[in-house]
């Protein structure tokens, strides 16, 4: 019997913000174990909690970005468990009303090849929810420790509908939210640091029904890949289990991305086991229209948005475009380039090629590098003006990227200039047919690649600064005659 896959995902994204959610105390990675605490942290007593109006900003500039309805007014409850990550014994939470609703995060599924674009597809959001982290187990083999330094940094849960069908929907659903929270400025999304985390609900159906199977969530999937992989071995293994005559347990599963097995943790929780509660220390948060506004105008345009756009005012080729979006600053570098030297396309290929291979063989990035949208743009007008050819400008390239030094400067410094004396060029085709006779014979008798030798023993002769157009004329001329 074949079977269908019904995957929704909880996603965890950190908030990039100076301080935790309900405390004074700095928010960050890398410090010293528990450090970052305050008593408010670390729930000592007589301490309250006030919230931070920059998390919730960005929270809403999330939903914004991923369509979706701002609740009018949104309130925090108390998640309860007992557990030691959790130092009050409860986390603050958001249940029954969240600040977001609906909405959908647009993804790209993969395409018959590299080249060409894949199909697009919505997959609707339940909701967005704001809370706080909790802290950082670390199990040894003779005890286990506790750092509470990610403890109450500002988290919003991002919740799908079961509405994905199989492993690389999950992964371009995660790439595609990954790639919105960093455009706009919500989090860095490293997966190494706990910025993004995912849970996966995974459960099975026979194909063409519309009954939902008993689900069984992943935890631990700690990097995109290791999502992707856990789903798929989970899909096979819920196949293996019917078919074998047993049934589903709800259940919570750990994956581990390095032996590529699973096992089982505890059985599935439900709502009620956390006993939610209005929290009694935090009042409700209204948004209204005007809140709304201040912070949609500051939004970047969507990355999906911007390919298409880039597809439809530059034409560029999708194999450029892919590349330009999944970074807002190197697209905005490339437009930045492209409006200096009006040649789209060109400017597109020395980014997406050179520039971008140099980075990654020097191991900078953008930011560091010396080649500014200006250095490109003053490349591409030499090129397309004559002034020198191909070949020559791979050259100017590499020296541009060592030094900083602009293109137009460097061609003039070193005698670069492509040579357009026709006098000089007809010499040297003269000299190119007196040296290839058989070329010569073979072009004349209708074999028009045979030019290619001579016009290779011309650029030679000029050590490539000899102009191709002009080169091609006057052999072409000589030939005839």
Known sequence: MPYEAVIGLEVHVQIKTCSKMFARVAAGYGQPENTLTDPVVLALPGVLPVMNKEAID??????????????????????????????????????????CLGGFVEIELPGPSRNVMGEHKKIPLTRIHLEEDVGKLSHGVHDSLIDYNRAGTPLMEIVSEPALHGADEAFAYLTALKTVMIYGGISDCDMEKGQLRCDANVSIRPAGSTKLGTKVELKNLNSISFVRDGIDHEIKRQIAVIEGGGTIVQETRDYDGQTGA??????????????????????????????????????PELPFDKQRRF???????????????????????????????????AAGNWITNDLLRDLASSRQSLADSRVRPAHIAGLVKLVEGGAISS???????????????????????????????????????????????????????????????????????????????????????????
């Open 262 to 299: 699973s096992q089982s943790l505890r059985s599935k929780e439900m709502a009620h086991d956390y006993r939610y509660f209005p929290d009694p220390d935090l009042m409700p948060v209204k948004v209204d229209e005007d809140w709304k506004a201040r912070l949609r105008a500051p939004l």
């Open 391 to 481: 070949n020559i400008a791979k050259e100017v390239f590499v020296e541009m990227f060592a030094t900083g030094e602009m293109p137009e400067a460097l061609v003039e410094r070193k005698g670069l200039k492509q040579s357009t004396d026709t006098n000089e060029l007809e010499e040297w085709a003269d000299a190119a047919m007196a040296a290839n006779p058989k070329s010569v014979a073979d072009f004349k008798a209708g074999n028009d690649k045979a030019i290619n030798a001579m016009k290779g023993f011309m650029m030679k002769q000029s050590k490539g600064k000899a102009n191709p157009r002009l080169v091609d004329e006057i052999l072409r001329r000589k030939l005839a005659g």
């Open 311 to 345: 597809m439809e005012k530059y034409r560029l080729p999708y194999t450029i475009t892919a590349v330009l979006v999944r970074d807002r600053e190197l697209s905005d570098y490339f437009e930045a380039a492209a409006r200096l030297c009006d040649k789209p396309q």
């Open 58 to 99: 960005k929270v809403i500039q999330a939903g914004l970005m991923l369509g979706c309805t701002i609740a009018p007014v949104c309130k925090w409850d108390r998640k309860n468990y007992f557990y030691p990550d959790s130092p009050k014994n409860y986390q603050i939470s958001q249940y029954d009303q969240p600040i």
